[in-house]
């Protein structure tokens, strides 16, 4: 089955503790991007790859940090998290630009205390 | 700068009753349009998307939508809604340009059908 996967799914923390997020998808699809969706904000991009060791900043870059080292994961990390990245957040995928569909994971609810 | 407006943050419906989700966008070029679906607890569903051709898009669920080059919208229709479409919906847009182009997204409208 196709999939994006991300862990964990729930995740409470406290400020300043070092955490990643995975996100892996099964698709062999070279754009993988990360989002965080807040009330009345939408989705915002956070980061972004192209393919492998490609990666540039999304909208909200700030606090995040991301590595693309293999084609399937892309693998989101707060080295320092603070209160104001509590959030949920999604990873996704698709197969080219244009007009490709995105493939969503299932989000990661991140509170930040 | 590309953007997306979803006017309502919120659609109440009777079930049977058809339904419209609102979107508008503004893109230079002719835009790549989507409706994604978000279910409680759950990723976002891709619905449908316009590309170019026929400006109506059939879609999952029996979802479409109508391309309005002129009225630079891209609204969101069901003949007849379902309690089951109970959701939030999410509009993007992407320029059609050549490498990567970013997605930007709507700021989401929740759709209720009332039984």
């Known amino acids: 089955e196709a999939q994006v996967t991300q862990n964990p799914r729930y995740l409470i923390t406290v400020t300043g503790k070092k955490l990643t997020v995975t996100c892996s998808q099964n698709?062999?699809?070279?754009?993988m991007s990360w989002y965080r969706q807040d009330p009345g904000l939408g989705l915002r991009q956070i980061y972004y790859?192209?393919?492998?060791?490609?990666?540039d900043k999304g909208d909200v870059p700030e606090g995040y940090k991301v590595s693309r080292k293999e084609k399937r994961n892309f693998p989101l990390i707060l080295e320092s998290p603070s209160p104001n990245q509590t959030s949920l957040y999604f990873c996704?995928?698709?197969?080219?630009?244009?007009?490709?569909?995105?493939?969503f994971g299932q989000g990661t609810r991140l509170t930040v205390v | 700068a590309q953007s997306v407006a979803q006017p309502e943050d919120q659609v109440n419906v009777a079930e049977g009753n058809p339904l419209t989700v609102k979107c508008t966008y503004s893109v230079s070029g002719n835009p790549y349009l989507f409706w994604y679906v978000q279910y409680p607890n759950r990723g976002l569903q891709f619905l449908l998307k316009y590309i170019t051709g026929d400006n109506l898009v059939k879609g999952s669920y029996g979802f479409e939508a109508e391309f309005n080059k002129s009225q630079t919208s891209f609204h969101l229709k069901k003949p007849s809604a379902l309690v089951s479409d109970s959701a939030l919906y999410f509009c993007a847009v992407r320029a059609p340009s050549g490498g990567y182009q970013k997605v930007t997204f709507g700021t989401g409208t929740k759709l209720q059908v009332i039984p």
């Open positions: 790859s192209m393919n492998v060791e490609v990666t």
């Open positions: 996704a995928s698709s197969s080219g630009t244009g007009g490709t569909e995105a493939f």
């Open positions: 698709m062999n699809h070279e754009y």
